[in-house]
């Protein structure tokens, strides 16, 4: 004969699962932006959505998300937050903000959280696998958790002592693939068979620039891009044995040089972690 205890005892677990079966079945999405209208996603989102699935270790299915655009804005309000794109359980949705559609970082971003199915940013995702694939901001870090305690017996070095290189996806940027948009990757390798630290040089306020971009006409002369991405958390400084980090810098190919978007024409792409360089000399964008 069954004691009260254990009654009382089976009962309660019977009743926690009905309440977490009843909180599954009650996910919802959060009411759409207002203007938000629903898109069908470019063709370069298959290769980002590749670059994401790489660097996770996660596999999935594009096509099983839903996507809406809210035009004309950087970001817009969730629950209090301000925010350019969410990803929601629910319906496996994303919504992003239309000036950020195709800032690959940052649709990355969203595409991570529909592969590891939580909208929590877990550091081992958005920092350490996927870090400088998709885009981590500050409130992103800090949901991550503290960074681990760096080794203090482990070695220094500088940036210059590891192995830099540049490249391009594609290959030749085109406006005839994905409309133009292209990815230019600069990747740091620790040749060691041991982990260690790299001192990044401190610029002007005390912040350390990680990873920079200088794009330009031969000789210096006419057309010119120029971008950074600073120093964001430890993590960026610390390389496992053997270890290659990356960083991605997403464009596209316009009328107008500015910002992310590059005119037809020859360019060297110069790519950088602190102050080591590496350079893809005369790629030549073709014009329409």
Excluded at 123 to 134: N, Y
Excluded at 146 to 167: E, G, Q, R, W
Excluded at 202 to 227: C, E, H, K, M
């Amino acid at each position: 004969m069954k004691t009260v205890r254990r009654i009382l005892s089976e009962f309660s677990q019977l009743l926690m699962g009905a309440t977490l079966l009843a909180a599954c079945e009650r996910i919802v999405d959060p009411a759409l932006p207002v203007d938000a209208v629903a898109f069908t996603p470019p063709p370069v989102y298959a290769r980002w959505w590749a670059m994401t699935e790489a660097c996770s270790g996660r596999t999935g299915s594009l096509s099983n998300i839903t996507w809406d655009v809210v035009p004309g804005i950087s970001d817009f309000q969730l629950a209090g937050r301000t925010v350019s794109g969410y990803w929601t359980q629910g319906s496996n949705s994303i919504v992003i903000a239309g000036a950020v559609r195709l800032d690959g970082a940052v649709v990355r971003h969203e595409m991570l959280h529909a592969l590891t199915r939580t909208s929590g940013h877990s550091r081992a995702d958005f920092l350490d696998r996927c870090g400088g694939v998709v885009s981590c901001t500050s409130e992103c870090v800090a949901d991550g958790g503290p960074a681990p305690l760096i080794d203090a017996t482990l070695p220094v070095v500088s940036p210059d002592s590891l192995d830099v290189t540049v490249d391009l996806a594609p290959a030749v940027p085109s406006l005839t693939i994905d409309s133009g948009a292209f990815t230019f990757i600069v990747s740091v390798h620790n040749q060691r068979n041991y982990p260690i630290v790299a001192a990044l040089p401190q610029i002007t306020g005390g912040i350390s620039t990680a990873y920079s971009f200088d794009i330009r006409t031969p000789f210096g002369v006419g057309n010119r891009l120029v971008g950074v991405r600073n120093f964001v958390d430890p993590s960026v400084t610390l390389f496992a044995a053997g270890e290659t980090k990356h960083q991605y810098f997403d464009f596209t190919i316009g009328k107008i040089m500015s910002g992310r978007t590059i005119v037809p024409g020859t360019f060297n792409f110069t790519g950088a972690y602190g102050t080591n360089k590496a350079t893809l000399p005369s790629v030549t964008i073709a014009s329409p």
